[in-house]
């Protein structure tokens, strides 16, 4: 049967869903456009009436405060303040991801564990702690710090561990003259025990019977380091490389950084469209490009122009990038001299003293002090999300299929056997997508930290902005921070995230 | 996937025979002492569990605690600065809400029933825990020797009504709603009875009398607890009468117009203003926008109506640039969004042309009621900016917070996962921006910056710009779990509604969304929660809800009572309070899943 195919008629202009959506999506953008701009008059308007200027001088502008804890208590300008913010931020959360991964797992397995007092205590654990407002439970814990004792004149003196209302102080190795050369040595172990690993490993893939690879490349990682904290100066033969490296980029004009840098945006840009239409080529050539493809190749086009274009002309992005590779590059030149022969740990051990004019007793920095600001805050957040990631260990165990463990048992392997080497590992793999979204949570919320006075970068950004009234630009701060963050946080997720991925077929 | 096994396979357990019962020395054997590993953690554990447990009721029990400190601020820490005077308009809120959920149970069919050895031992099981920790605990010889016989009660009766009923105690035959009604009425009950001291101003200091925990609320909550249960009678009455569809229609509208008539009409306790121009602005609006969205919606008009629809939105937005009454604005901003989805929702058919014409009528009649509420002004006059605070303010942000978000949260999840792409990408950044910052940033920025941008004469009470943030907060999260539900959908259903004819809008309106809300009901009552705890932040801003209250007021008191030093007592009972409803929202949420089986069909 012959079938006609008369031509399709193009609908009018009006019908052509195209054409509708296009005028939508614009319509939508210029809504957008037009309500920024009477908000961004409307703020400038009541800016001025104000007699504010938002800029950016109170990143260099001294503040006039000091901060409680840190790396510095006397910062010279905003940006030092915030830096050292940032600095708090980082260790309440890298510890707290720590703590509450292993306290977790913990939790989590004694949750399925046959033994009835143990899976209870977790089950009231989790219930306790998932059903009370994390903020509560910050606060609670440093209520419950004031009732240590207080320090007075008769404590001065060293001990072994001080908890007081004003803090627990525990033994510490700080780092120390050395310690940079001696990472030198530690870096170096690594590597020559990851071949090792790989060699034995190998081995015993090819000849079978056990090599113990990993044993081996822990003892060869221990025996260089133990060297390396003897004989550790005689990396200081860096010291003048490093230095080279930093007058390098010191001499390097920002013109040159500018031209590649806008050379690279574009050149990223272009690659990105030709894989983009490399894929949507099909054997019979190139498929049919929707109008969805066509914005996403103008968009990423666009991107490439602008980044370009700003980094071109824009010298301060250059300068300032040139600047900071010549400044970390001077940093390790300073670390590795050759003068620096002493230990690279030094080991402290908790102390009290009578600091100020009034000679109050305080605890004294030589060893690790944990504020009670700090200890609220980081027990907090780790129980916290512990008890969530507790139920995530235990949706991922018993997810693994039953048939696993049974295979597993049939083989004759014990309960801790079993858990080690079939149930945990692929467990692993169906928690580490949520566990990696608690982290997130975690980090975000350290910024609770400013309801216990813990100098995290959002109270150092709330007492900048209280003096100095610049409140837009430390909320882009924070904002800039807090997203950077979440972005390495969940890169480095993914990337172990899909290292672990099953190779599909 | 359906799960295979149920269906091809008999349920095995149910044909084997009943284990013979264990004696309590095989039960240890089999779940305390199986190895030596097991038997140093049973020792272990136990030791931990009769620490903590002794040292926390120890605590509580301990004489130098400030319990008065609560008993006597529970006023405050409920309801803040609410005049006394007023209070029966918080009852009488309350009161709205239990009556509808008593309506809605009974409309609903909720409860079931459940077996009488789950709650045998469910009591037995209590008692047991009562016994142990006055055992563990430091209490005084007497109140041990109470606390054992009530204990032993409680087991004897658990376990006794196991034994007496037999095989029949494995028979669902209690209703949950009875458990549920015996265990409040407990609880009224010990209102009534318990008395512990409190102190007495008017004594002198050092001086208290034995009175009930809240001697003020005892007749409230008896009232209150008749009338639900009273409202439950009432609507297995009506259900025969009525038809079901009619009313959990009427029902749903009036949960949904309970929070702000609550909000804006009881608690505050209305004056109205220029009641007559809102009317007449109303009833020109429902008449000439009635014929208007009459005519548009004909699909004869095809693309000229939409045009002019199109037209009547451009009006509206402009309405936004000059000057104009709000509410007309309001209104002709619905009438752009009724006129526009005319075609959509009414048809051609005459009747269902009618329903949309009388629902823009109801529309118009709700927006000026609830313009009429917002814009009058509250007679309860409080020290404070707004009448809100305490636990009460808690309640207002999540719900107002969680109500708001939703239309945003279900708008940014279309726009994500949209063809079209500007509407994605917009949705993207916003999404991410807003969930990559954390929720106390978002408060400062609601305090500090916000007001920037609005005229120096609009000023926002804090709850409002509060809300306002939670609802935008929320709404990133909700849409990431809505975009889970729509991207659950198999392709078939959108495929086989375009073969039917249906326009995008159609499609998602009547295919795609509701099954994909479905989908995520579960997720939906876990970010309830999640918010629910996450107002505890407004503290951090200045807002006096419980935790502020318990944190920064009542430890501060020293008039006429000196409760100095009374922080922990305090932050543990805002975490008690918060520990109760959190912990029975996740409990109906769990209930909630097994009952639409979500993930199981």
Redesign the interface.
Known sequence: MAVTVSKQERPPI??NATVL?WT???V??A??VVAILT?RT??SG??D?RGITFGTKWLSDPPLFAIREGIDLQPDSGARAIYAGIINTLRVSISGIIAASILGTIVGIARL??????NK?ATVYI??I????????I??WL??VQIFPALTGDDVGERLFIASAKGLSIPWLFPHDGFYQWLAFLIVGAVVAGLVHHRLAKLKEDRGGETHAFVWSVVTFAVIAAIGWFIHPIMAFWGPVWDGVSSFFGAIPSVLLQILLAGGAILAAVMWVRRFLDQMRTPAGLAKLT??HW??MI?VGLIGLVGAALFAFVPAISEGILRLLEAFFNFLGDKFDSSRTAAPLNYTTPAIELRGTGGFAQLSDQALVITPGFFALWIGVTLYTAAFIAEIVRGGIMAVAKGQSEAGLALGLSRSQLLQFIVLPQAFRIVLPPIGNQYLNLF??T??G??VAFPDI?QVG?TL?NQTGQ??PV?IT??AF??AG??VLSYIVNYFNRRLELVER | MADKSKIILPDIEEYAPEPPPKGPVVWAKDNLFYSIASTILTVVGAAIAIVFVGGMVGFILAPERKWEAITTNLRLLMIQAYPQEATWRIWLSLGAVLVLLGLSLAFWHAGGKTEPRKVGRSLAGFGGVVALVVVVAPFSISGRVIGLVVGAVMVTAGLGVVRLLGERAKESTIPTLVIIAIVAGLVIAALWVLKVPIPDPEAGAGQSRLQSIAATTTGPWTLLYLATIAAYFLGTVLRRVIPERTGRLALMVSWALSFPVIVLHLSRGVEFHGVGQYALVGLGFAIVGGAIIWTLADPVRGELGRGLAGLLLVLAIVSWAVSALILVRLLLLLLAMFALGGPTFAGGARETRTRYVLLWAGAVVITVYLMLLSTGVSVVATSNETVFGGFFLTWILAIAGIALSFPLGVVLALGRTSTMPIFRLLSTLYIEVIRGVPLITWLLVSVVVFPIFFPLDVSFVAPVKVTLFIAFFSAAYLAENVRGGLQSISKGQTEAASALGMTTLQRTVFITLPQALRAVIPALVGQVIAIFKDTSLVAIVGLFDILKIGRDIIPTQTQPFNFLGSMREALLAVAIIYWIFTFTFSRLSLRLEEKLGVGTR
């Open positions: 009006w019908r959506k939508a999506q614009l939508l953008v809504f957008i908000l409307q703020a009541n800016i009436a564990s046959h033994n009835w007092i143990v205590i219930e306790t998932r059903n009370i407002p994390l903020l509560v439970q606060i609670f209520v419950v109008d969805d914005f996403r968009f975000k919320n910024s609770l400013i309801a959002v709330q902005y409140t837009f909320v924070w904002m807090f997203l979440s972005l």
